[in-house]
């Protein structure tokens, strides 16, 4: 059996370890989920006008979840290890992380170009010269170390990238490729690129997720119509922390 509760709740935050505390800002948005257990007081009755029970409360839980920015003026999102409160009354209180602290690993998502925080020029993809057009054969799967070659982030979960590629055989070569893919396993892969069929040297564009494995890098493999005859250009667009 349930029971109705009531909140009348107040959420300030601190952005000085609890020195002070200031309501939250309009443009933030906060959800709070409460869990209450009941135990009735009375459990045998010795007539059926005694069988209405009132109910006790005998443990009660509280989670909540905070997303936003700073100050109605800042549109920087939290990215510091702050405090979220949840007050009820004068006295009960309870102490949230905020989900985009990245000082405690809790905040997880996707950076685009124009997000805060990210790592290359506002606006433009991550590049890397080792992939921006050079000429290629037929390779077998390579890890490509993100952090290293494109810039990104350590331990990232996933990129968002765009790979193009052309061949100067590719109108009668079969089962050309640039695949990306998370694993070292040979034509598996989430992300590809086939230039088959298409005229010589036409460029071909494909863009998608690939997630990374466990360091936070992906793999590559090639499939060339002969020795250097596969152009390849790779840009990220994105990726999730």
């Not at 009941?38 to 459990?43: G, L, N, P, S």
């Not at 009660?60 to 003026?73: F, K, P, R, T």
């Not at 992380?97 to 000082?103: G, P, Y």
Request: charged share 15%.
């Amino acid at each position: 059996m349930g029971a109705i509760v009531g909140v009348d709740a107040l959420v300030v935050m601190s952005t000085d370890n609890g020195t002070t505390w200031l309501p939250l800002p309009e443009r933030n948005e906060f959800s709070i989920n409460i869990k209450v257990d009941t135990a009735e007081h009375k459990v045998f009755v010795a007539s059926l006008a005694d069988a209405w029970s009132d109910k006790k409360r005998t443990w009660m839980s509280w989670s909540g979840s905070l997303q936003g920015y700073y100050d109605d003026a800042d549109d920087t999102i939290y990215e510091a290890d702050e405090t979220v409160i949840v007050q009820s009354g004068s006295t009960k209180r309870v102490g949230i992380d905020t989900i985009f602290s990245t000082a405690n690993a809790a905040w997880s998502g996707w950076v685009y170009p124009y997000t805060t925080g990210w790592v290359g020029t506002a606006g433009a993809p991550l590049t890397s010269t080792s992939w921006d057009g050079d000429a290629h054969s037929t390779e077998s799967k390579t890890k490509i170390d993100l952090s290293a070659v494109f810039g990104c982030p350590a331990s990232i979960k996933a990129v968002l990238a765009t790979v193009s590629c052309r061949d100067s055989g590719s109108a009668g070569t079969a089962g050309l490729f640039v695949i990306l893919s998370p694993n070292n396993t040979a034509s598996s892969g989430s992300l590809a690129c086939r230039p088959s069929g298409l005229t010589n040297d036409y460029v071909k564009t494909d863009a998608g997720v690939v997630p990374c494995d466990a360091s936070g890098d992906l793999y590559y493999q090639l499939v060339a119509s002969g020795a250097s005859t596969l152009d390849v250009w790779i840009e990220i667009w994105g990726y999730c922390l």
